[in-house]
């Protein structure tokens, strides 16, 4: 059991190490200040939002029967949740921006985009002379490059274990993991699976088929911390400015999803197909906390030293705290799944394909169970 932990731990870092390092370049997007910055998050972030949220819907169940008093079993499951084309890029000119400009180019990737910069944006703001007038200071900055992985991938190692009246207890745990230089991540989950059929009269007493409802909740969070985001003396007045408030800042993408399933199976010797229809309830977010750098007015002194050096006027700097919380996916969507599942003694194999909101979701998992 422990070795298995640590390979799903393995696992986990490795699916999430591109992610990871992609939510520390979101914090630049805050160069522009944060009128808009809650728009650009979500336009980039949203396919990786709603996958992982999707993701965690999975592989919960591979056969409707449920355990006898004290039966159990332990699984480790893989899902793919499969990006549709059209959340692999974003349009800037779709989002509504109040105080960001573009120049002809407005589409750009999203994470799961292509390898490529996206668009530039520019910040004006008027500054303030020492003679008393004001000149136009752009400041600019361009959106992160996709990682070019259309998929996102998501583990679960869990435990069910029966109780009376064919209930089914089930749950799922990683601790929170650090990911060396990339950050943290951790999930947990817990659900309940309950033999509907044996309350319906008649059905009840046909053989070589079950029938169960499961309801189950799952939660994955990842974090990177550090130095994410500082002014750049290039483009703004650094003068006086503590730089050290700048080291303790935090992009934190949290998922988790409440889910509740109608479940079929047969349920023969070796080989069964399984089944299931329900709701999923995914929840998403983008959180960016900690003192961060924004745009602002600059001091009279720095701008006349500028003048006087004949150099480019720039802009000041203010520090804002915790400037973006932003939700990813937050829409209830319909979900049906047909799979299979091999059984060898103790040991169980299966497989299954998923489909809700345009996103396809790909399942495969081994584990041992005793009934």
Do not use: C
Request: glycine share 10%; proline share 6%; charged share 15%.
């Amino acid at each position: 059991m422990k070795r298995t932990k640590q390979l799903m731990g393995i696992l986990l870092i490795l699916s999430t190490m591109s992610v990871s390092a992609q939510l520390s370049d979101v914090a630049k997007i805050l160069t522009g200040g944060t009128a808009d910055a809650n728009k650009l998050a979500s336009a980039y972030l949203e396919p990786w939002g709603k996958g992982f949220s999707y993701g965690l819907s999975n592989g919960w169940y591979n056969t409707a029967n449920t355990h006898g008093l004290l039966g159990f079993d332990i699984t480790l499951t893989t899902t793919i949740a499969s990006i549709p084309s059209a959340q692999k890029t974003y349009d800037l000119a779709q989002l509504g921006l109040s105080t960001l400009t573009y120049g002809t180019t407005s589409t750009g990737p999203t994470i799961a985009g292509k390898k490529e910069d996206g668009p530039e944006l520019t910040y004006t703001q008027q500054v303030n002379l020492p003679d008393n007038t004001q000149q136009n200071v752009s400041v600019k900055f361009k959106m992160p490059q996709g990682i070019n992985v259309p998929i996102v991938p998501n583990f679960a190692l869990q435990a069910g274990i029966g109780l009376p009246k064919g209930t089914e207890i089930l749950g799922r745990y990683m601790p929170t993991i650090k990911i060396g230089d990339y950050g943290k991540l951790g999930m947990w989950g817990i659900g309940i699976k309950h033999d509907l059929k044996q309350w319906i009269p008649v059905v009840n007493k046909t053989p070589f088929w079950s029938m169960s409802l499961l309801i189950a909740y799952s939660s994955f969070k990842t974090s990177v911390t550090g130095e994410l985001l500082s002014p750049d003396p290039n483009q703004f007045y650094t003068s006086g400015l503590n730089m050290d408030v700048y080291k303790d800042q935090k992009v934190e993408l949290t998922a988790s999803t409440l889910n509740a399933s109608l479940l079929l199976s047969t349920n023969i010797p070796i080989f069964n197909v399984y089944a299931g229809v329900g709701i999923v309830s995914p929840s998403s977010k983008i959180k960016i906390s900690g003192a961060f750098p924004v745009p602002n007015q600059p001091e009279i002194a720095d701008v006349q030293n500028s003048i006087d050096n004949r150099k480019p006027v720039k802009l000041g700097v203010k520090n804002i705290m915790d400037p973006i919380d932003a939700t990813l996916a937050s829409k209830t969507a319909f979900k049906a799944t047909i799979g299979f599942r091999l059984k060898l003694a103790l040991l169980t194999i299966h497989g299954d394909y998923s489909t809700m909101d345009k996103y396809n979701l790909f399942s495969a998992g081994i584990g041992i169970s005793f009934r």
